[in-house]
């Protein structure tokens, strides 16, 4: 294998023509790059479909760049600048912390430090490698410590705190249970005595460390990267800070009793902030010398803090309550490398999905970003689902999940890429991932290299195009079959609502549309209400509530809460969006499921095959005949794929009155076949039982579905992730690809549907 390894990614992910877009590219074994601006055609290698078609385009960018490597600091953490070192005492203080850590005995992890590991000098309030809690000094050639007598306990919250007294050297480190049925891992039942208080001389007398300090971290530095965090802690911190003086024990169990600590140089109130739409990442100083940290990497707010009584599940009911800020020493959502080129697209740059291919030896890397015109020019737009995309980024299933060879029914296929990227584990996780502590990842952003969209990548797990890679199958046959469109992007949507959609005739949403905000329903009901047509081609969509962050919209929050299919489950009470103040978990689970908006919502995922459609009876009504002319009465419609053989696979939605559809909306085509290892999901059931396959179960099927709204305004909807991927196969002519022509003829002109019974004059059914 070759020595070289590129990598890279773009800011942002999506930019209109005309706008620049910067790219930050890490180099290993070469100081060059060739450099290319491509435009994607179509991503996946399969012999079935086209192949992969990429086009060089002109731009205005060197053909050669200098690279280097570039470091990624993982971990998240908060910093306090403290200019005028206030935080530096030069009388007796004490520091202290409501802690609950998540994974005591891993290694050393600093809580409070203003502590450089290269020079040791400073102090720092932590974690010892055997699982105690621990105060340190150093004054640049002694370290000296204070250790509890007592070890940590998992996920149970305590009081830690240390005072020091540097005329004398005398040091005091007090650990305090605040343990109650409700806030820890471990209930009180249990006969643990958490308290502890040692009392001892240290030798060393703490020497001014020239650094911030941090809450979650210590500093280090190294010759060939320069400064960072390390000595990550893992867990949740509440309300700490630095108090004058060696705090007695009154004064630290008022402290543990919820007071505010007396005659603070500092107090980081994890509760002050709040409103009824979140949280930022500025933990705030309510002190006098107002010293506030910033988070790094989003440590994860509106999490239950140590005096939570179980009653409260939301911070907006009452925030004292929920002071816990969570940290992960593999958290990471930029990783803040400098740019090595800045590509600004013309502005009559065609829409599409572009990539700076970098090229040195024999490696490539492709650096995808998606142009959206300057200005509307077409009549479809295709909804590109950044925020899937980013849900998904990096994901580890295929190594790290356990139940995910179950899962999709046969051994993942590892490439030497997967291993490469494996064993680097520098650039994140998805929210299909756990952090270290077990914690599952509820951000993921854009400022970092994602592998998994790039061009040609299969996901490792399924064996086939996922997300983004998946969708240019769609890109390619509009363009094959002769259709303008535009690309516009979630996180367009978000920003802009239905501003976004109403420059066109039809909207088409591609494979896995699964990560909606509150917004883009809003807007795609607002524009299905004012005559648009949309065209859901996806499974799996509108499912999770999700929130573009408001003061970083490269970065998105969602939460898996206690229903549907999840790779994770938050913690009791921790189910509210710090992003946006609102419930996160399913739609369905707010009273907009899927169904009320497009029709069809998830049933089934399976990965073993895909299947045909079969038409419905109300298939020849004359209200949607004109979508099947060219298809046989008993045609199968899909009985081929690049994703699995099938139009009707992966991910699979239905037609369900009970949950919305429309009722007057026409079943026109339902999938068969399916096996078992398509089962019901998780959120269909309330007693388990045998028989929930596909085999047996009749919901197990994906549906294809009309419907008309108002002012000449329709849906057609056909609930199967593969669906797209069948497009490109027999050279993009097949019937998938019929009943798609026709479609797109009709939606796309002005004027009634063929065959509506609905009039905007009338604004009644007939």
């Not at 049933?603 to 459609?613: C, I, K, L, V, Y």
Request: charged content about 25%.
């Amino acid at each position: 294998m070759t020595d070289i390894r590129l990598f890279g990614y773009s800011d942002p992910l999506a930019a209109q023509a005309g706008k620049p877009i910067d790219f930050m590219v890490s180099a290993e074994g070469t100081e060059t790059v060739r450099a290319q601006i491509v435009r994607l055609v179509h991503g996946d290698f399969n012999p079935d479909g086209p192949g992969f078609i990429e086009e060089e385009v002109d731009a205005d960018i060197p053909a050669d760049l200098a690279v280097r490597r570039q470091y990624t600091q993982n971990g998240s953490f908060a910093r306090v600048e403290d200019p005028e070192g206030r935080l530096v005492p030069d009388g007796p203080f004490t520091v202290h912390a409501f802690v609950w850590p998540s994974a005591p005995g891993r290694a050393r992890q600093a809580i409070l430090s203003r502590w450089s590991v290269n020079t040791s000098t400073g102090w720092g309030l932590g974690i010892s490698p055997e699982g105690k809690l621990e105060f340190w000094v150093g004054d640049g050639k002694t370290v000296d410590q204070i250790t509890a007598d007592a070890p940590l306990v998992p996920k149970v919250w305590v009081l830690a705190a240390a005072s020091y007294d540097p005329a004398t050297g005398e040091a005091r480190l007090r650990q305090i249970g605040v343990q109650n049925a409700w806030n820890s891992h471990i209930g009180p039942v249990v006969p643990y005595d958490h308290d502890t208080h040692v009392v001892e001389t240290l030798r060393a007398i703490p020497a001014r460390a020239n650094a911030p300090l941090l809450i979650a971290g210590a500093h280090e530095e190294k010759p060939e990267r320069g400064r960072f965090v390390s000595l990550n802690f893992n867990g949740k911190i509440d309300r700490s800070g630095i108090a004058r003086g060696a705090l007695d024990a009154d004064a630290m169990d008022r402290i543990a009793k919820g007071e505010a600590p007396p005659d603070p140089i500092a107090y980081w109130d994890t509760t002050a902030g709040f409103t009824d739409r979140g949280i930022d990442q500025t933990i705030r100083d309510t002190g006098p010398h107002e010293l506030h940290a910033q988070g790094v990497n989003r440590p994860v707010r509106a999490m239950t803090g140590w005096n939570w009584r179980g009653r409260e599940d939301s911070f907006r009911l009452d925030p004292s309550q929920y002071g816990g800020v969570a940290y992960h020493d593999d958290a990471l959502t930029d990783c803040g490398w400098d740019k090595t080129v800045t590509w600004t697209p013309s502005e009559d740059l065609r829409s599409g999905v572009y990539a700076l291919k970098i090229t040195a030896g024999d490696v490539v890397d492709r650096i995808p970003v998606i142009i959206r015109p300057a200005k509307p020019k077409a009549k479809i737009a295709v909804l590109m689902s950044t925020f899937t995309y980013l849900a998904y980024a990096n994901e580890h299933l295929s190594f790290e999940a356990q139940i995910a060879q179950a899962i999709v029914g046969h051994t993942p296929v590892i490439t030497g890429e997967d291993i490469e990227y494996t064993k680097l584990a520098e650039f994140g996780l998805s929210t299909y991932d756990h952090h270290s502590d077990g914690a599952g990842v509820c951000f993921s952003s854009w400022k970092r290299p994602i592998i998994n969209i790039r061009p040609g990548y299969r996901m490792a797990g399924m064996n086939f195009p996922w997300a983004l890679p998946a969708d240019l199958s769609l890109l390619w046959w509009l363009e094959h079959a002769g259709y303008d469109f535009d690309l516009i992007t979630d996180h367009d949507l978000d920003r802009e609502g239905l501003s976004a959609l109403t420059p066109y005739k039809t909207v088409i949403n591609v494979t896995h549309p699964e990560y909606y905000s509150e917004g883009m329903l809003d807007a795609t009901e607002d524009y299905l209400r004012r005559g648009g047509r949309v065209m859901y081609l996806g499974g799996n969509g509108y499912y999770w509530v999700t929130a573009a962050c408001p003061d970083d919209p490269a970065c998105i929050e969602v939460r898996k809460l206690d229903a549907g299919s999840r790779a994770w489950q938050a913690e009791a009470g921790e189910g509210y969006l710090a992003s946006t103040g609102e419930r996160s978990g399913l739609w369905r689970s707010r009273g907009r499921p899927p169904q009320k908006l497009v029709g069809v919502g998830f049933t089934a995922e399976g990965m073993d095959r895909s299947e045909p459609f079969e038409r419905m009876p109300d298939s020849f009504h004359k209200r949607v005949a004109w979508i099947f002319d060219g298809i046989g009465d008993e045609e199968l419609i899909g009985d081929f794929g690049l994703a699995m053989g099938g139009a009707a696979g992966v991910e699979l939605d239905r037609y369900d009155l009970a949950l919305g559809t429309p009722p007057h909306s026409l079943l026109v085509g339902a999938s068969i076949n399916h096996t078992d290892n398509y089962p019901l999901v998780s959120e269909e059931i309330t007693y388990a039982f045998p028989g929930r396959g596909g085999t047996q179960d009749p919901q197990v099927r994906g549906d294809m579905i009309f419907f008309n709204t108002a002012e000449d305004g329709a849906v057609f909807a056909a609930g199967s992730i593969a669906w797209s991927q069948a497009l490109p196969c027999n050279g993009g002519e097949n019937n998938v690809a019929t009943i798609m022509r026709n479609l797109l003829n009709a939606f796309t002109k002005d004027g009634p549907l063929p065959g509506s019974a609905f009039t905007g004059a009338e604004k009644h059914w007939r």
